[in-house]
């Protein structure tokens, strides 16, 4: 069984991030999806782009 992914979304496009982390419910343990991990870089543009929305 595959399982979800999630992505972030960055200034309108999708991107995956540096690296792979995965979900677990806290219940049980049981993996239930992956996220893309995005680290620094991504987050500043993240930021950024947050900031350019709120100023217009």
């Keep these: 069984m595959s399982l ?3 992505r ?4 309108g496009r ?10 677990r419910a806290p219940a049980t343990g ?7 991990d995005a680290g620094a870089v991504s987050a500043r543009h993240a930021i950024d782009a947050a900031r350019r929305v709120l100023r217009s």
Excluded at 30 to 36: P, R, V
């Design 30 to 36: 049981q993996a239930i999806g992956t996220f893309a």
């Design 4 to 6: 979800p992914h999630a």
């Design 8 to 11: 972030n979304l960055i200034d």
């Design 14 to 23: 999708w991107h995956d991030g540096h690296t792979t982390g995965t979900a």
